[in-house]
């Protein structure tokens, strides 16, 4: 990883600020959701969505963050509702922007606090172009095929001028040629001809080996356009800005006890195991596996070379959109070492681990890990699992006739299918945690334009906003203990 | 006057052809290690896309293990310091081919162009050195990252050294093409091709041999 210089707020020197956290909190839209939602529940009575609390009449959840890009602005919006409404988290986990949430969402502060304005501090002080960081030339290109849906049939119509001019420049050299003996007043035309078509011959060489050697660096770095670089040392910084600059520190963060907590009474359980905790999740491609970072990183590094890599490494692992991204790579694991071959076998059944590991998105393997929270041991929950979903389909791709898609179109089915069927299938066989997610609705958005204006993160928020309160109004806890209670004894 | 030309248009090609025999040579033997070891051409070094990029590439060759790191400096300084030769046969070479243009060019306007052109060469010939300098000046563990004015000159340099050079070669071999194929040449000039088509068929086998002799045994 190469350091990028950040200055104490994260941000590159120089860059300008141009959204500040009232930009986002002060939307009339967020403040309405808000009083709309006090309301609510001053009509209705105390809002009760867990039966873990403080003494500060916080109220505890797990929360897991689906991953979607830069649709990850929606996610604070959401979360900035919940602690606006005194809902604090015990477990954390996310993938890829998902992950990016929960990061700043463990390390920030402590639990029991708000931490949603320091989250939108940090997203205001970030210039997501930033976070592409690949040839210049790929950026310009993404930016292109982002931001202008017409830019492939532009490409497409540049190629075939550029076609039409050399076919020409080839027709008028052999037509002057064969005419210049008979009009000797044409040599020097013929021969401007020709040292143009030589230029421009010149020129076009040099564009294609540009495109090769473009080509060969995205095979240099593994398949990557961007090394994430940028985004690994700004995720470092805002860690490191809250004191956690090693994985013990993240785990000593993450697993802290919120003080006061108690549990509501007449449930039977205790708080003695409530677990607390932060998970990313990532997906190695070497031994084909999904790995939960903090909890597997004794398969990478033995205890005693456990701060040999900062924590900021799991998220920019977990966020690794495959081809956008370079993977990212744990290398000179001690895979001789007892240890780690005994921890490979514990974990996966794995005799021979990798000396070096390889990861992309999470998101490939478990976009929304909710089931990491499934405790199948409890039979009365103390909390609920919350869950943040981001859907961005749109109608076109909601299409049924199946006959008519297009080969990307049906690439794009054949691979989502696999993608999302492990984290469908948990959800099919235990619904009941379905009650637990919130959905926001984000059709129009495009999941990798990182070129979002002002307006359009405001806009993301307000749906994340909205997307919370509509899910806290129709929240029933009793009716979730209730059916989760059910199923757990239909399960014995 | 233009027999003349060819013969030491002969001279300097097969200069050319010769260094550039020996920097393909010590090119197959760059490496680096951005996190995993990878090959890399002096054209990464001088079509990097940022300041980041020439300082990256250089520190991962310390990153390899020693004797890889020696081999690959050596290699790296070697071809640089070779360059040095290379300059004067390359851009002697274009400086050459636009002279006969020029000398055989009728029209004022193209005769003054490649004229102007072939003296342009040492323009080109300047930011080559200035180039091969600077790169050897950053071939060091902790190479210092260049400040953005100095890399915005490092990249106007290359476009000027490869624009002028190519401009040169490219505009002149067209207009040779022309010469050619209406039959406008001297026959004394056809004993030159031959002489260069032998230093090509010569290069092209040497490069063969070379290349089975010398498998770098670097990773």
């Not at chain 1, 078509?197 to 020129?203: H, K, S, V």
């Amino acid at each position: 990883m190469s350091a990028t210089s950040l200055d104490k707020d994260c941000k590159k020197p120089g860059s300008e600020e141009t959204l500040k956290v009232t930009d986002f909190t002060g939307l009339k839209e967020v403040k309405d959701c808000l009083a709309d939602l006090e309301e609510h529940f001053r009509e209705k009575g105390p809002m009760v969505i867990s039966d873990v609390f403080d003494d500060e009449g916080n109220q505890y959840v797990n929360l897991v963050q689906k991953g979607g890009g830069v649709l990850g602005v929606a996610l604070v919006g959401y979360t900035y509702v919940l602690e606006a409404m005194k809902i604090r988290f015990l477990r954390l986990a996310g993938t890829s922007a998902g992950a990016i949430n929960t990061a700043l969402m463990a390390v920030i502060k402590q639990r029991k606090d708000e931490k949603s304005e320091e989250i939108i501090q940090a997203i205001c002080g970030l210039d997501f172009f930033e976070l592409v960081d690949g040839h210049p030339v790929a950026r310009w290109l993404i930016k292109k095929f982002i931001t202008h849906t017409d830019f492939e049939s532009q490409v497409k119509r540049v190629m075939l001028l550029v076609v039409g001019i050399l076919a020409f420049l080839m027709v008028a050299d052999i037509t002057l040629l064969g005419l210049r003996t008979h009009y000797p007043f044409l040599s020097t035309a013929t021969k401007a001809i020709f040292i143009l078509t030589g230029i421009y011959l010149l020129l076009v060489g040099a564009l294609l080996a540009f495109i090769a050697s473009l080509l060969k660096r995205l095979k240099n770095s593994g398949f990557g356009i961007n090394p994430g670089d940028f985004f690994y040392d700004w995720l470092k910084c805002q860690m490191e800005k809250n004191d956690v600059h090693s994985v013990d520190d993240l785990n000593k963060k993450a697993k802290q006890r919120p003080a006061g907590l108690r549990l509501r009474p007449g449930n039977p359980e205790s708080l003695d195991d409530l677990p607390i905790d932060v998970t990313f999740i990532t997906s190695e491609l070497v031994t084909q596996n999904k790995i939960e970072f903090p909890l597997m990183y004794e398969l990478f590094r033995l205890p005693t070379d456990k701060n040999q890599i900062h924590p900021a490494a799991f998220v920019r692992a977990s966020m690794s959109i495959p081809v956008f991204f370079e993977s990212y790579y744990i290398h000179d694991i001690q895979c001789q070492t007892q240890q780690i071959k005994d921890n490979w076998f514990k974990t996966f059944g794995e005799k021979d681990p990798p000396s070096k590991a390889r990861f992309v998105d999470g998101g490939i393997l478990s976009n929304f890990p909710i089931n990491i929270f499934f405790n199948k041991n409890v039979d009365y929950p103390r909390v609920p699992s919350f869950g943040i979903d981001l859907d961005d389909t749109r109608k076109e791709e909601t299409e049924r006739d199946a006959s008519a898609w297009s080969f990307p179109g049906f690439a794009g089915r054949l691979f989502n299918t696999v993608r999302f069927y492990y984290d469908k299938d948990f959800q099919i066989k235990n619904r009941v945690l379905q009650k637990g997610v919130g959905s926001i609705k984000l059709p129009e958005f495009n999941w990798l334009n990182f070129f979002l204006t002002k307006e359009e993160k405001q806009q993301m928020f307000i749906r994340g906003a909205l997307a919370a309160a509509e899910f806290l109004k129709h929240f029933d806890w009793e009716a979730f203990k209730k059916e989760r209670y059910d199923m757990k004894q239909a399960i014995s | 006057m233009v027999i003349d030309i060819w013969s030491w248009f002969c001279l300097t090609f097969g200069l050319m052809l010769v260094t550039t025999l020996i920097m393909t040579e010590q090119g197959k033997r760059f490496r680096t290690n951005d996190g995993t070891i990878r090959k890399f051409s002096i054209l990464d070094l001088e079509f990097a896309a940022n300041g980041k990029e020439i300082v990256n590439l250089i520190k991962g060759i310390y990153k390899l293990s020693k004797i890889d790191a020696k081999r690959v400096l050596s290699a790296l300084k070697g071809q640089l310091l070779v360059d040095f030769l290379f300059m004067p046969a390359v851009y002697g070479s274009i400086f050459l081919l636009c002279r006969v243009t020029s000398a055989k060019l009728v029209s004022h306007p193209g005769k003054e162009a490649f004229y102007w052109l072939a003296w342009a060469q040492g323009i080109s010939w300047v930011c080559d050195a200035g180039e091969n300098i600077y790169l050897l000046t950053k071939i060091k563990p902790e190479p210092v990252l260049p400040s953005r004015t100095g890399f915005t000159i490092y990249t106007v340099n290359e476009w000027v050294k490869w624009g002028i050079a190519c401009l040169g070669a490219i505009g002149s071999l067209s207009c040779i093409l022309y010469f050619w194929l209406t039959g406008e040449f001297s026959a004394h000039s056809l004993s030159y091709a031959a002489i260069l088509t032998g230093e090509l068929i010569f290069f092209f086998l040497a490069g063969k041999v070379l290349a089975k002799l010398n498998k770098p045994s670097i990773l």
